[in-house]
């Protein structure tokens, strides 16, 4: 079991960025071990690279983000090094994105937030199903591996069927689906390093019959880390979709997220602001309970579209718990509607990005 000691160490090396990247050594997997012994830290380092200058650099710069945590008393890093094809050209040809990983998808489209607790999965869900029913071929990828949340919300309980060595999704309420949470017990949690997330995205992704879609959504955990990070760099998204309460506090999180898309040149759809208004079933009295307006204004701040406002109702959460969103259980509803316009709204902006999206000729 790691201890806290290891655990600061990890944290600490997210901070070392290879010379001229943008992505940490950890996400890289450069850091293939790290043990601490008391206030003695050993860290061992894999790297393949024709700059054998830029290595040691890398190992200067580990060394001292490790002697500056408290209660570090040594720090020993090991350094090997490869000089077969270079890791960084690799690391382009990743932030390049793979097209061929998913080939038979025509748009892929990410559903972030910058915090938890704002419903964004519902969101992506609710979205999936309504994409569906606008008549498009769409697919659901669970990529929030530490709290999956489309088995209970798609009403699954079952293992996926593996046919050779890939794995087909279910298909449900219109939507192909596919989580992490299909395959591992309901209470057995995912306690995994940046390293091991990055490969499970990448497999759900590339190692799941698809087939032909036009749409995968994609549920992205909340913040900024690594599944961010290996969903923007291994295959080419369509743009992304940025969830939100109106309340000043989800809105500053939410311009994080929207400002991390754009660092990694991944077109912004739009904001949805999430839990909007509450309606009294009984008096019929509208009450903005996270405040009003907050998602267009900030859309509006930051230049992007604002794909529309989803009301804050208990039949929205029961739908979810039992397994067949809102968008399913009342299809001619006030809440699918609303849904549908955010789906007609993200279809209209894809493709719009699509259209100002530089056209590459292959020869």
């Not at 209660?71 to 040809?93: F, I």
Request: with cysteine; glycine share 10%.
């Amino acid at each position: 079991m790691a201890s806290e000691l290891e655990d600061r160490v990890w944290q600490a090396l997210k901070g070392v960025r290879y010379p001229g990247m943008t992505r940490d050594i950890v996400s890289f997997g450069f850091v293939q071990r790290v043990e601490a012994r008391g206030g003695e830290v050993e860290v061992d380092l894999q790297l393949a690279t024709q700059k054998p200058e830029a290595a040691e650099q890398v190992r200067g710069e580990v060394e001292r983000a490790v002697r500056a945590l408290p209660g570090v008393t040594g720090a020993r890093v090991g350094l090997n090094v490869t000089r077969h094809p270079p890791r960084e050209e690799a690391a382009q040809r990743a932030i390049a994105q793979d097209p061929q990983l998913i080939p038979e998808v025509r748009y892929v489209v990410a559903v972030a937030s910058g915090k938890g607790g704002v419903g964004k999965s519902t969101v992506a869900a609710n979205l999936a199903v309504a994409l569906s029913k606008l008549g498009h071929r769409v697919g659901l990828l669970d990529a929030d591996i530490h709290g999956p949340s489309m088995p209970m919300m798609f009403g699954i309980n079952e293992r996926p069927f593996v046919e050779g060595n890939r794995i087909r999704p279910f298909d449900k309420h219109g939507v192909r689906v596919m989580s992490l949470g299909f395959i591992l017990d309901v209470d057995t949690p995912v306690i995994w390093r940046g390293p091991m997330v990055m490969k499970a995205i990448e497999q759900m992704l590339g190692d799941v019959v698809w087939g032909e879609l036009d749409y995968l959504v994609i549920d992205l955990p909340p913040g900024t880390g690594d599944a961010q990070l290996t969903v923007t760099q291994k295959i080419p998204l369509s743009g992304a979709v940025i969830v939100t309460t109106p309340q000043d506090v989800a809105l500053i999180d939410a311009r994080k997220g929207l400002a991390m898309f754009r660092k990694v040149n991944v077109p912004v759809v739009g904001i949805v602001e999430n839990m909007a208004t509450f309606v009294c079933p009984h008096c019929g009295q509208t009450t903005d309970i996270f405040k009003s307006g907050g998602g267009r204004r900030t859309a509006e701040l930051l230049g992007t579209a604002f794909l529309g406002s989803i009301p804050l109702d208990p039949k929205i959460v029961a739908g979810g718990d039992a397994g067949v969103p809102i968008a399913v259980a009342e299809p001619d509803g006030p809440h699918a509607a609303a849904f549908r316009e955010v789906a007609h709204a993200v279809v209209a902006e894809v493709a719009r990005q699509e259209e100002l999206r530089p056209k590459l000729s292959i020869v």
